[in-house]
Nanobody
Framework: QVQLKESGGGLVQAGDSLRLSCAAS????????MGWFRQAPGKEREFVAT????????YYANSVKGRFTISRDNAKNTVFLEMNNLKPEDTAVYYC?????????????????WGQGTQVTVSS
């Protein structure tokens, strides 16, 4: 029904910036929340940032607040994650996901649609 494709990952040094993009295709509708999650080897997938379908509501993990910014362009069915002052602990595969509504949007288990992920590696 919905396909998501992340892009923009890469290998950077600590302090650098990256901008991730996630384009959605297929049957997309209003009232979709979108989120970014990440997973490092051997660790649980964790919430990074989420945004409501009107872009008026955003949430950030404490570990990225002040460094990362989530935004969306509904006309292009795209969500972005601007990452600044990257740290080695940000190294992970970053996934975008989408779901209906605004309930539990920071919980990865509530998202039925996922992209394939894009690797972000931050060296010290």
């Amino acid at each position: 029904q919905v396909q998501l494709k992340e892009s923009g990952g890469g290998l950077v040094q600590a302090g650098d910036s990256l901008r991730l993009s996630c384009a959605a295709s297929g049957r997309t509708f209003t009232n979709y929340a979108m989120g970014w999650f990440r997973q490092a080897p051997g660790k649980e997938r964790e919430f990074v940032a989420t945004i409501g379908w009107r872009a008026s509501t955003t949430y950030y993990a404490n570990s990225v607040k002040g460094r990362f910014t989530i935004s969306r362009d509904n006309a292009k069915n795209t969500v972005f994650l601007e990452m600044n002052n990257l740290k080695p602990e940000d190294t992970a595969v970053y996934y975008c996901a989408t779901k209906f509504g605004v309930l539990n949007i920071n919980n990865y288990s509530q998202y039925p649609y996922w992209g394939q992920g894009t690797q972000v590696t931050v060296s010290s």
